[in-house]
Nanobody, 121 residues
Framework: VQLQASGGGLVQAGGSLRLSCAAS????????IGWYRQAPGKQRELVAS???????TYADSVKGRFTISRDDAKNTVFLQMSSLKPEDTAVYYC????????????????WGKGTLVTVSS
């Protein structure tokens, strides 16, 4: 199983970006999918997550500005980021939790490689 994040780039403050994370390989189901970010000199933090049932969770710092969604048919999760601020600058990672290869498999967690988001003031 591999997770590939994309969509990062340079954007001015107030702008928008849409991140995608596509899971590939032998996948039967994915439980939770989350977006995390790590700014220079800071710890990695949870930005947003979505359960298999569609329940979403957001960090207080991004509520009202970011929206997470998933397309299970394509094993893809999206993060729509709007009203971006310089403090949103970070490497963004996706994580799939409880990924099962078959209905009888144990679930495992996988991280994707990050995609850099830079917000200029």
């Amino acid at each position: 199983v591999q997770l590939q994040a994309s969509g990062g780039g340079l954007v001015q403050a107030g702008g928008s970006l849409r991140l995608s994370c596509a899971a590939s390989g032998r996948i039967f189901s994915i439980n939770d999918i989350g977006w995390y970010r790590q700014a220079p000199g800071k710890q990695r933090e949870l930005v947003a997550s979505i359960t298999s049932g569609g329940t979403t969770t957001y960090a207080d710092s991004v509520k009202g500005r970011f929206t997470i969604s998933r397309d299970d048919a394509k094993n893809t999760v999206f993060l729509q980021m709007s009203s971006l601020k310089p403090e949103d600058t970070a490497v963004y990672y996706c994580k799939g939790s409880g990924i099962r290869a078959t209905a009888w498999s144990w679930g495992a967690d996988y991280w994707g490689k990050g995609t850099l988001v830079t917000v200029s003031s």
